[in-house]
C-alpha cells in the first residue's frame, strides 16, 4: 500500500544533500496490515543525495516500539535504531527487486519509500522479545507471580523402598 506522505518530490530540486524528517507511529504499521506492535514512537531522517543520472537515499531510524515479551506477554518498550542506504537509478521501467537498488522508469518525478521504511523497522525489532525486567528480576506480573505460587514447594526424594515385584525381575539380568 502506497502512502503520500512517504513520496519525496526530486524532481525540483537541486543537486546535493536534502533532508526530509518522518514521525512514524501505530498507523503507519496498520496500514500494512502488521499488528505486532502495541503502539510506536519513531524518527525517521533521509537524506537524499541527488546527482546527475543517480541518487542515494540514507535512511537513519531510532525510537521505540511497544511489544508484548514473548515469555510472559506483559507489554514493554523495546528500543529500536535501524539503517538502510539505497540507490536510486533511472531506467526503461520500475524495478525493486533489489534490495538496494531501485529503478524508476525515465520521467518519474517522486519516490514512494514506504516499503522501505516498513521493511527496515519490522526487521529492526529482535526476534525474541524479552522484558528487560525478567533479566535483572524487577519484573512483576500475574503471570510470573502465578508460577511461583504453583512451584513444587518440597524436594521429592527419589529414594524410595524397592518394590519386591521388581527385584526378581532384576536378578533375571543379572543371573545371564
Not at 508484548?68 to 536510486?88: H, M
Not at 527487486?97 to 525515465?106: F, G, V
Not at 529482535?126 to 524487577?138: E, F, L, N, Y
Request: hydrophobic share 35%; proline share 4%.
Amino acid at each position: 500500500m502506497k502512502q503520500k506522505e512517504f513520496n519525496i518530490p526530486f524532481s525540483g530540486l537541486k543537486q546535493g544533500k536534502h533532508n526530509f524528517n518522518f514521525e512514524i507511529d501505530n498507523t503507519f504499521f496498520d496500514s500494512f496490515g502488521y499488528d505486532d506492535f502495541n503502539s510506536a514512537n519513531i524518527q525517521l531522517n533521509v537524506v537524499l543525495n541527488k546527482m546527475t543520472t543517480i541518487m542515494e537515499l540514507d535512511f537513519e531510524a531510532s525510537g521505540a516500539v511497544n511489544v508484548n515479551c514473548d515469555i510472559t506477554s506483559e507489554p514493554y518498550d523495546q528500543e529500536i535504531t535501524s539503517t538502510l542506504q539505497l540507490v536510486v537509478k533511472f531506467g526503461e521501467e520500475y524495478n525493486d527487486e533489489d534490495d538496494e537498488i531501485l529503478i524508476l522508469p525515465h520521467g518519474e518525478h517522486q519516490v514512494n519509500i514506504s516499503q522501505y521504511v516498513y521493511e527496515m523497522l519490522v526487521l529492526s525489532v529482535p526476534q525474541k522479545r524479552v522484558h528487560p525486567g525478567i533479566a535483572d528480576g524487577t519484573l512483576k506480573s500475574e503471570a510470573l507471580d502465578k508460577l511461583q505460587e504453583l512451584q513444587p514447594k518440597e524436594k521429592r526424594n527419589d529414594k524410595e523402598e524397592n518394590d519386591p515385584r521388581w527385584d526378581e525381575l532384576k536378578k533375571l539380568l543379572t543371573d545371564k
